[in-house]
C-alpha cells in the first residue's frame, strides 16, 4: 500500500497551525490529556474544556482501554472507572464532537490500536473527522503496521502523531518521523505514563536527535507534571504534554466536581505560565 | 498417509505474519529490545554451541526425553481408542515450561542482560523461569495476577523459595491478561537490563516463533516415539490450548503429516453459552492484544473480555496466532471442554493410572476421550501430558471435598465407583 505522508504544500492542520501560533509568540505549546467518560461522560466533558479554558493550546482526548500497558497507576484507574461506568466509542466521539465545539483547540484522540482497528480505521477516521476531531496518536501502533490507518486519516485530513523514545535509533527516527504529521510525541523517560519527580536527563537529547530528523514540532511527554518542569522541557521542545496530573487532580478531587474542575483549570494556567517562562 | 512439507516451514513471515495472523504491535519504547531478541535469537540458531549447550541442559537438566506412556486403564473410559501420553510433566519443575525457559535464558545470557521478568499464570512458567534463574545467576521477578497467586498458592512458594520475586497483579482480572500488562510495563522501564522471558507462543514476534521452536523437542520426541511402540503415526495429536505453547510444540512436527488430526482443547469454563469461559477460539473474534494479532475475546468497542476457567494456565482471553493460523486454514481443530469435564478427567487418570495431571492438561484428557468415543478403539490417539497436578491440589480438594472437614459433605465420587467403571470398560 502506498501511503502519502500529509504532504507540507497542503494547507496546515489545526493542529499545526496550533503548534505555530505557539512557536510564533516565542513559547512552546500545552498539550493537555483527560480520559473520555472520566468520572462520567459529561463530567469528562467538562473536564476537557478545563482544560483549554485554564491555557492548554491542545487537548488529547483518550479512548478508555481495557489493557493500558503504557500507563502508570494513575491513568489506569481512570480508564478503569470510565470502563466501569460504561463508556462506549460513541461516548468518546460525543466528547470529542462537544470539546472541539466549545473550545478553539485542537482536539485529538490518543488510545490503544485495537478498539480502533476492531471499529475500523476507515470507519473510525470518518466519525473522528465527522466530530471535529484533529487527529489520533497510536502508541502501540509502530509505524511498520499503520499503513491502513494512515491512509484512512490522510483522506479525512486527520493528523497522525507517533511517538518516539529514547531507545528509538536515529534511521527509526527518520522513517517514524516521515510517516507522522501534526507534532512527534517525544517520550521523555523509558517508562509508562505517570508524574515524576524529574524530567529524564534522556528527553533533551531525544528531541535534539528527533528535530535533526524532521522540521515536525517535537513535544515532550510522560512524567512532566509540574510548572518547574513544564518551564524546562519547553526550552528545548516544541511542546509539553501533561495527563496524569491532570487526572490526579480529578482522582483527588472526588465527588466534589467543582472542585475537580477548578483544580484543573489552575494546574494548566500553571502550567502555562510555565511553558512561557523565559 | 500423506506428508506435506510445503506449509510447516514458511510461516511466520520474515514480519512475524501467520497468513493474517502475529506481526509486532508494541510501543516504540520496546522496538528495539523485540528487534535485539529478534536477531539474537537468529543468531543463536546458527551457532552449533548454542544447540549443544541447549541440548545437554535439555538430556541432563530437564531429563529430556521425556517418557510416552500407554495408559491402558484409562483408554477403557475411551471406547477402547489407545490412548498415549506425552510426559511432559515428568519434566524438570513438572511442566513443558521448562523446554522455552531455558533457551530464553541462554539467550538473555547471549545479550548480556542480567534479569529476567515474566508472567505467569499457573505459576509453572513462574517457576520455570525462577529455576532458570537460579541455575544462571539472573535476577528474577515474577508477575502473577491476585487471583492466581491464591489458586496457585504452591507455586507462588516454590518460585520465592527459588530467589525470584513475586508480585501479585491487583489490576484488571488480576489474572494472567494483567500479568502480561504489568509485566510490559516493567520491561518498557527496564529494557536495558532486562530480558522478558515470555513464556507462551502469543505476543510480539519473533516470541510466537521462537517459543514454538523451543518446545518443538516435544513433538519430535512424541513423533518417533509413537512410530517406534505403535509403528505408524497416531489418529490424532491432543493438547490444551491456553496461550498455546504445549500445544504448538506437540503439533508442529506433525502438521506435514495431514492424516494425523491437531485437536486443541481449550477452556469452556462453566461453558460457552455462558460468559464464564476461556474458550478464545471457539468464540472469539480477530483482534491485537499483547503485540499480535490474533483470535481474541472482546466487545463490539474491541475491549477485552475477561475470561474464566478453573484452571489458571487456560485462563486467558487471547491465543498464539499461529493457532489461530492453523484454525483458519483448517489444519487444527479446536474444541471447548468444561472446567467439570475437565475434573472428571484428572480424577479419572489419577484413579486409573497413578497420574495426577495438571488441570491445564486434564482438558486434553476429556477432550481425548470424547475423541476416543468418536473415533473407535483402532484409533491411537497421543495427549500431551503438559503438566502434573500438584500445584492443583488445593483445587480438587476443593473440588472434590477430599480434606476432612466436618462442616461439609465429600463431593467427589467414591474411587471404588471411578475405579470400577473404568475397569469394566477396559474388560477387565
Known amino acids: 500500500m502506498t501511503v502519502t505522508t500529509t504532504p507540507n504544500t497542503a494547507a496546515p492542520t489545526r493542529l499545526s497551525a496550533a503548534l505555530a501560533a505557539a512557536r510564533a509568540e516565542g513559547r512552546a505549546a500545552l498539550v493537555g490529556y483527560l480520559p473520555a467518560g472520566f468520572p462520567t461522560v459529561e463530567g469528562g466533558i467538562r473536564a476537557a474544556r478545563a482544560l483549554v479554558e485554564g491555557g492548554c493550546d491542545a487537548v488529547e482526548i483518550g479512548l478508555p482501554h481495557s489493557d493500558p500497558v503504557l500507563d502508570g497507576p494513575t491513568i489506569q484507574t481512570a480508564d478503569d472507572i470510565a470502563l466501569r461506568g460504561g463508556v462506549r466509542i460513541a461516548d468518546v466521539l460525543r466528547t470529542v464532537r462537544e470539546v472541539a465545539a466549545a473550545v478553539d483547540a485542537p482536539v485529538l484522540v490518543m488510545t490503544y490500536w485495537n478498539p480502533v482497528d476492531h471499529y475500523g480505521a476507515a470507519r473510525f477516521a470518518a466519525d473522528l473527522a465527522a466530530a471535529g476531531g484533529a487527529g489520533c496518536i497510536l502508541p502501540d501502533l509502530p509505524v511498520e503496521e499503520s499503513g491502513e490507518w494512515r491512509a484512512a486519516a490522510a483522506e479525512h485530513g486527520l493528523d497522525t502523531v507517533f511517538v518516539v523514545a529514547p531507545s528509538s535509533r536515529d534511521d527509526r527516527l527518520a522513517q517514524i518521523t516521515a510517516a507522522g504529521s501534526g507534532f512527534v510525541y517525544a517520550a521523555a523517560v523509558m517508562g509508562v505514563t505517570g508524574t515524576r519527580n524529574q524530567v529524564g536527563h534522556l528527553a533533551e537529547d531525544l528531541v535534539k536527535r528527533t528535530k535533526a530528523a524532521t522540521d515536525l514540532p517535537v513535544c515532550v511527554g510522560l512524567g512532566v507534571s509540574t510548572a518547574e518542569q513544564a518551564a524546562q522541557v519547553a526550552a528545548f521542545a516544541d511542546g509539553v504534554i501533561v495527563g496524569s496530573a491532570f487526572v490526579q487532580r480529578l482522582l483527588d478531587a472526588g465527588e466534589d466536581e467543582e472542585a475537580g474542575l477548578a483544580a484543573v483549570r489552575a494546574l494548566a494556567a500553571d502550567l502555562a505560565a510555565g511553558v512561557r517562562r523565559r | 498417509m500423506s506428508t506435506d512439507h510445503s506449509t510447516a516451514a514458511q510461516v511466520p513471515d520474515a514480519r512475524g505474519y501467520f497468513g493474517r495472523f502475529g506481526g509486532r504491535f508494541i510501543p516504540e519504547a520496546l522496538v528495539a529490545a523485540v528487534e535485539q531478541v529478534a536477531e539474537e535469537y537468529e543468531k543463536a540458531k546458527a551457532d552449533p554451541a548454542f544447540a549443544a549447550e541447549l541440548e545437554a541442559l535439555n538430556r541432563d537438566y530437564t531429563g529430556r526425553p521425556s517418557a510416552l506412556t500407554d495408559v491402558r486403564r484409562f483408554s477403557g473410559l475411551a471406547g477402547g481408542a489407545r490412548i498415549l501420553l506425552k510426559r511432559e510433566d515428568l519434566n524438570h519443575t513438572g511442566s513443558h515450561k521448562i523446554n522455552n525457559v531455558l533457551g530464553q535464558a541462554l539467550l538473555t545470557r547471549r545479550m548480556g542482560k542480567t534479569r529476567v521478568i515474566a508472567e505467569t499464570g499457573a505459576g509453572q512458567h513462574g517457576v520455570a523461569t525462577a529455576t532458570a534463574c537460579a541455575l544462571f545467576g539472573l535476577d528474577c521477578t515474577v508477575y502473577m495476577g491476585e487471583v492466581d497467586t491464591q489458586r496457585q498458592a504452591l507455586n507462588v512458594a516454590r518460585m520465592r523459595m527459588l530467589g525470584a520475586e513475586v508480585v501479585a497483579v491487583k489490576s484488571g482480572s488480576r489474572t494472567l491478561k494483567d500479568a502480561i500488562n504489568e509485566a510490559f510495563r516493567d520491561w518498557v522501564a527496564n529494557v536495558d537490563s532486562t530480558h522478558y522471558l515470555f513464556g507462551t507462543v502469543a505476543g510480539p514476534h519473533p516470541f510466537p516463533m521462537m517459543v514454538r521452536d523451543f518446545h518443538r523437542v516435544i513433538g519430535q520426541e512424541a513423533r518417533a516415539q509413537v512410530l517406534e511402540r505403535t509403528g ?116 479419572q487418570l489419577s484413579r486409573t493410572e497413578g497420574i495426577i495431571p495438571a488441570i491445564e492438561s486434564a482438558h486434553a484428557l476429556a477432550g481425548a476421550l470424547e475423541l476416543g468415543r468418536e473415533l473407535g478403539p483402532d484409533a491411537v490417539i497421543l495427549v500431551n501430558l503438559s503438566g502434573r497436578g500438584d500445584k492443583d491440589m488445593h483445587t480438587a480438594a476443593e473440588y472434590f471435598g477430599l480434606l476432612d472437614d466436618p462442616g461439609r459433605e465429600p463431593g467427589a465420587p467414591s474411587d471404588r465407583a471411578v475405579a470400577t467403571e473404568a475397569d469394566e470398560k477396559a474388560g477387565k
Open chain 2, 232 to 347: 505408524r503415526l497416531p489418529d490424532a495429536v491432543v493438547a490444551c490450548v491456553g496461550g498455546g505453547s504445549n500445544a504448538m510444540g506437540i503439533f508442529h512436527e506433525f502438521i506435514p503429516d495431514t492424516g494425523v488430526r491437531l485437536v486443541g482443547c481449550e477452556a469452556a469454563g462453566e461453558g460457552v453459552d455462558t460468559s464464564r469461559h476461556a474458550a478464545t477460539l471457539t468464540k472469539g473474534s480477530p483482534g491485537v492484544l499483547h503485540g499480535a494479532r490474533s483470535y481474541m475475546l472482546q466487545d463490539e468497542d474491541g475491549q477485552t473480555v475477561e475470561s474464566h476457567s478453573i484452571s489458571a494456565g487456560l485462563d486467558y482471553p487471547g491465543i498464539g496466532p499461529e493457532h489461530s493460523w492453523l484454525k483458519d486454514t483448517g489444519r487444527a481443530e479446536y474444541r471447548p471442554v468444561t472446567d467439570d469435564q475437565a475434573m472428571q478427567a484428572l480424577l
